[in-house]
């Protein structure tokens, strides 16, 4: 399995972005999809998750209600939208996914190679 991210980039407080992620290879396995970013100087943290069945089963406070997930089963891609960014939301953003439900970082087999997401004030 390959997840291959695109989309980051620079863009100013208030501002929109929307990742993509684009899953080659064997993805039937993949019972939990979603996003994990690491800010500078931070440990790696969960952003949002979905299930193999459409349904989002995590969100991080921090993002709620400005950031979605969403995919196109058709095209194998899953994507985040992220509107009203803050100077907080600067990181390395990663595509992740697991063979189990609700997992743990460490429990992730799947990673994509990273996208830089900066949002100056």
């Known amino acids: 399995v390959q997840l291959v991210e695109s989309g980051g980039g620079s863009v100013q407080a208030g501002g929109s972005l929307r990742l993509s992620c684009a899953a080659s290879?064997?993805?039937?396995?993949?019972?939990?999809m979603g996003w994990v970013r690491q800010a500078p100087g931070k440990a790696l943290e969960w952003i949002v998750h979905?299930?193999?069945?459409?349904?989002?089963?995590y969100y991080t406070d921090s993002v709620k209600g400005r950031f979605t997930i969403s995919r196109d089963n058709a095209k194998n891609t899953k994507y985040l939208q992220m509107n009203s960014l803050k100077p907080e939301d600067t990181a390395v953003y990663y595509c992740?996914?697991?063979?189990?439900?609700?997992?743990?970082?460490?429990?992730?087999?799947?990673w994509g190679q990273g996208t830089q997401v900066t949002v100056s004030s």
């Open positions: 992740a996914a697991a063979d189990v439900l609700l997992p743990s970082l460490e429990e992730c087999n799947y």
């Open positions: 290879g064997f993805t039937f396995s993949m019972n939990t």
């Open positions: 979905i299930n193999s069945g459409g349904i989002t089963t």
